[in-house]
């Protein structure tokens, strides 16, 4: 099993922090974000390889960061090449820019770089595996219609199966929030090729997803535990008064 760290966008929503600074990269209570996400991923077996996909911008950042770090597996930063936010590839050209460029041909989590969660990760992939050859990803029940209008968001049946997925809906049919941690069999991977050479969007994985279930089944892991998606200043502080919450507590 592979996976893909998307960490190649500019999070213009952040600035002046994310000016000169990779928003995976910014410090939560003394930790890089994106260090609480590996973390995590050590939950994981079978992982034998890591990418890490950013931009020419902050490459540099994320090799220096990287060159100081020991984890059960190696991380390879990958440059997709762009300067710019108007340039970027997005995450689903980001995503199939690694797949081509290191030809993998195994199963792929692939997780957003700017995401801070407690999640069970094992439990995920077992239900992922569970439902192969197809396509899973989490979701978080956010409870608040409100809430739910910032989100993509999923409706889906008895056994899981997403039947619509909604981009930051006005009015979101369910609060079944997606996470930014997607599940991809290897079976599954030509259709990220053919998603973008049909012509769509390649920035937004929710678009993905919402074109995913109408010509192949996907599935929807409901997880239970702590979730920020560190997408502004409220949320970025949000997850900081969390941690030192957590750290008053023990």
């Known amino acids: 099993m592979k996976i893909v760290l998307l960490c190649a966008g500019y999070a213009t929503r952040l600035y002046p922090l994310t000016k000169d600074q990779p928003k995976p990269l910014l410090p939560i209570s003394g930790k890089p974000l994106l260090e609480y996400l590996l973390e995590e991923l050590k939950e994981l077996s079978l992982v034998d390889g890591i990418y890490l996909v950013t931009n020419g911008r902050f490459y540099p950042h994320f090799e220096k960061w990287a060159s100081g770090k ?21 995450a689903i050209g980001d995503l199939l820019f690694v797949v081509e460029r290191f030809k993998i041909h195994d199963d792929l989590g692939v997780f957003a770089g700017d995401n801070f969660f407690q999640f069970d990760l094992r439990g995920f992939k077992e239900f992922a595996e569970s439902h192969r050859p197809h396509t899973s990803i989490g979701v978080v029940n956010v409870e608040s219609v409100e809430l739910a209008k910032r989100y993509g968001i999923v409706r889906a049946d008895e056994e899981r199966r997403i039947i619509d997925f909604y981009e930051k809906p006005e009015k979101p049919p369910s609060t079944l929030a997606s996470t930014g941690v997607y599940w991809f069999s290897k079976e599954s991977l030509d259709l990220l090729d053919r998603y973008v050479e049909e012509g769509h969007n390649a920035d937004r994985p929710g678009d993905y997803i919402c074109w995913l279930v109408k010509v192949d089944r996907v599935y929807a892991y409901p997880f239970e535990g702590k979730w920020f998606d560190i997408g502004d200043l409220a949320s970025y502080q949000q997850a900081e008064i969390f941690l030192k919450k957590g750290a008053t507590k023990k």
């Open 70 to 90: 020991r984890y059960p597996w190696k991380i390879e930063v990958v440059n997709d090449g762009t300067k710019t936010n108007e340039t970027r590839r997005g």
